[in-house]
């Protein structure tokens, strides 16, 4: 399984992004999906997970601000920041739980100006 994160980049605080993360391979079915960060120095941390049911799951430092969406296909899952933070910047992965086993994109980077 190969995981294709894109749409980081540069934006002011207050600003907007979307992030997408593409699966692919021998997928089979994934039963969550969804994203983590990382800042150098610190753990990775779960921003938001969302099950192949719907179910989602926020990290309370991002809830209200950011929200986790999916493809019927459950083989695309994207993650719309808004209301960005300084705090926000970081490295971001996507990840995917398959079967028992955790896949993990490069990560893509997200830097908020202040």
């Known amino acids: 399984v190969q995981l294709q994160a894109s749409g980081g980049g540069l934006v002011q605080a207050g600003g907007s992004l979307r992030l997408s993360c593409v699966a692919s391979?021998?997928?089979?079915?994934?039963?969550?999906m969804g994203w983590y960060r990382q800042v150098p120095g610190k753990e990775r941390e779960m921003v938001a997970l969302?099950?192949?049911?719907?179910?989602?799951y926020y990290a309370d430092s991002v809830k209200r601000r950011f929200t986790i969406s999916r493809d019927n296909s459950n083989t695309r899952w994207h993650l719309q920041m808004s209301s960005l933070e300084s705090e926000d910047t970081a490295s971001y992965y996507c990840?995917?739980?398959?079967?028992?086993?955790?896949?993990w994109g490069k990560g893509t980077q997200v830097t908020v100006s202040s």
């Open positions: 391979g021998s997928i089979g079915s994934i039963n969550i």
């Open positions: 969302v099950s192949n049911v719907g179910s989602t």
């Open positions: 990840y995917a739980y398959v079967a028992g086993t955790t896949y």
